[in-house]
């Protein structure tokens, strides 16, 4: 055997030795750890914790140190937060690629939860944008607590008038996820023809009432159960997808935002015009390669169709949290609650979150 192909099995070899490697340590899932002995230091709260990686059985309520406000920091009272489909990836630590941000074997984040509405108790001395008694709403890890500690400048504003604390909880990462999805990436225009798959979760809720505020038709596919909630937000179309398959529909959509991902990149492609976007939101659940197959065969295929293929990766932004709530409150959106629990039922809340059954939003109530 030649030299060189010598090297290049050996360096194959080394390859193949460094991805087995990389696989086993992100997949692996350390015990969970007490919590820590002794009383806290200074005034407590409860607040969701998880010390491991698992199923919701690792969620415990626990008393744990009351942050104190500094410099840029506002301190908030949660009175009302929300589930996504985000906290139990985070408990779970799944896909597995995740752990390589959350923390390898365990998290390293013990708190849980993102959205929150609330009002603030008490800022740090160089707070200008906001004052005790402000109500509220934004993202924060660890929104599942009595208290939660924001930066002034990051995912944090004010709640308008007319619109309560249940509303405003619901917003952040899923209005958020709609907006984005249809007007920075799917890029949506009066008149334009749009598609929501997963019409009647926590973002197609949103998606179809910000689409149809945007001007466009609106089509919308959910199970028989949901139908008529997603026509009465405002869907011109509604397809059951348990009797119809969008795909054999003969419709011609200039955007398709994909919540769900049942179907493959080249059926959708069969129902967008020559110059359609499609954007993906989510997709098939799994640890490793599952939830990247869609965005791999999306980079694929892209360069060689005139179709844009797009995958959302949402942000919490300020501007975009003072517009969907300028929504709420103008009319134009409506969020839909589901189900509500207390915090110490925030471990059935994932589970029913974790079920795919939730129509809108899962509210969490203090």
Same mark, same amino acid.
């Given at each position: 055997?030649?030299?060189?192909?010598?090297?290049?099995?050996?360096?194959?070899?080394?390859? &193949?030795?460094?991805?087995?490697?990389?696989?086993?340590?992100?997949?692996?899932?350390? +015990?969970?750890?007490?919590?820590?002995?002794?009383?806290?230091?200074?005034?407590?709260?409860?607040?969701?914790?998880?010390?491991?990686?698992?199923?919701?059985?690792?969620?415990?309520?626990?008393?744990?140190?009351? !942050?104190?406000?500094?410099?840029?920091?506002?301190? &908030?009272?949660?009175?009302?937060?929300?589930? #996504?489909?985000?906290?139990?990836?985070?408990?779970? /630590?799944?896909?597995?690629?995740?752990?390589?941000?959350?923390?390898?074997?365990? +998290?390293?984040?013990?708190?849980?939860?993102?959205?929150?509405?609330?009002?603030?108790?008490?800022?740090?001395?160089?707070?200008?944008?906001?004052?005790?008694?402000?109500?509220?709403?934004?993202?924060?890890?660890?929104?599942?607590?009595?208290?939660?500690?924001?930066?002034?400048?990051?995912?944090?504003?004010?709640?308008?008038?007319?619109?309560?604390?249940?509303?405003?909880?619901?917003?952040?990462?899923? *209005?958020?996820?709609?907006?984005?999805?249809?007007?920075?990436?799917?890029?949506?225009?009066?008149?334009?023809?749009?598609?929501?798959?997963?019409?009647?979760?926590? &973002?197609?809720?949103? *998606?179809?009432?910000?689409?149809?505020?945007? %001007?466009?038709?609106?089509?919308?596919?959910?199970?028989?159960?949901?139908?008529?909630?997603?026509?009465?937000?405002?869907?011109?179309?509604?397809?059951?997808?348990?009797?119809?398959?969008?795909?054999?529909? %003969?419709?011609?959509?200039?955007?398709?935002?994909?919540?769900?991902? #049942?179907?493959?990149?080249?059926?959708?492609?069969?129902?967008?015009?020559?110059?359609?976007?499609?954007?993906? &939101? /989510?997709?098939?659940? %799994?640890?490793?390669?599952?939830?990247?197959?869609? !965005?791999?065969?999306?980079?694929?295929?892209? +360069?060689?169709? =005139?179709?844009?293929?797009?995958?959302?990766?949402?942000?919490?932004?300020? #501007? =975009?949290?003072?517009?969907?709530?300028?929504?709420?409150?103008?009319?134009?959106?409506?969020?839909?609650?589901?189900?509500?629990?207390?915090?110490?039922?925030?471990?059935?809340?994932?589970?029913?979150?974790?079920? /795919?059954?939730?129509?809108?939003?899962?509210?969490?109530?203090?």
């Amino acid at each position: 055997m030649k030299l060189r192909y010598k090297v290049l099995n050996g360096v194959l070899g080394l390859l &193949v030795l460094a991805i087995a490697g990389l696989a086993v340590t992100i997949g692996y899932t350390a +015990p969970c750890k007490p919590a820590p002995e002794g009383p806290s230091a200074g005034v407590e709260m409860r607040a969701i914790v998880y010390r491991c990686y698992g199923s919701p059985e690792v969620l415990a309520l626990e008393d744990v140190e009351k !942050p104190v406000p500094v410099g840029s920091e506002v301190l &908030v009272k949660v009175q009302a937060a929300s589930v #996504n489909p985000l906290d139990w990836h985070y408990m779970r /630590g799944s896909p597995y690629f995740m752990r390589l941000a959350l923390g390898i074997g365990a +998290p390293s984040d013990h708190r849980l939860g993102v959205d929150f509405a609330g009002t603030v108790e008490a800022v740090g001395d160089k707070v200008t944008l906001f004052k005790p008694g402000d109500e509220v709403f934004g993202g924060r890890t660890g929104a599942f607590a009595e208290y939660v500690l924001v930066v002034e400048d990051r995912s944090i504003v004010h709640i308008p008038p007319g619109v309560s604390f249940e509303q405003a909880a619901s917003l952040p990462i899923a *209005a958020l996820t709609a907006l984005q999805a249809l007007r920075d990436k799917g890029v949506l225009q009066p008149g334009q023809k749009v598609l929501i798959n997963g019409a009647s979760g926590g &973002v197609g809720t949103f *998606a179809v009432q910000i689409a149809k505020s945007m %001007g466009a038709e609106v089509h919308g596919v959910c199970s028989t159960r949901n139908v008529e909630l997603v026509r009465s937000i405002g869907a011109d179309r509604v397809f059951d997808y348990k009797k119809e398959d969008y795909t054999q529909s %003969g419709e011609a959509y200039d955007l398709i935002v994909d919540m769900v991902g #049942n179907h493959s990149i080249s059926k959708n492609r069969g129902v967008l015009k020559a110059d359609g976007r499609y954007v993906m &939101v /989510g997709g098939p659940s %799994g640890n490793w390669i599952a939830p990247l197959k869609r !965005p791999i065969a999306a980079m694929l295929t892209g +360069p060689f169709v =005139d179709q844009e293929l797009i995958l959302l990766l949402a942000r919490l932004d300020r #501007n =975009d949290l003072v517009d969907v709530a300028k929504r709420v409150q103008d009319g134009d959106v409506r969020p839909v609650i589901d189900r509500r629990f207390s915090l110490d039922e925030v471990p059935a809340a994932i589970v029913y979150s974790e079920s /795919g059954r939730a129509r809108g939003k899962i509210l969490i109530e203090f």
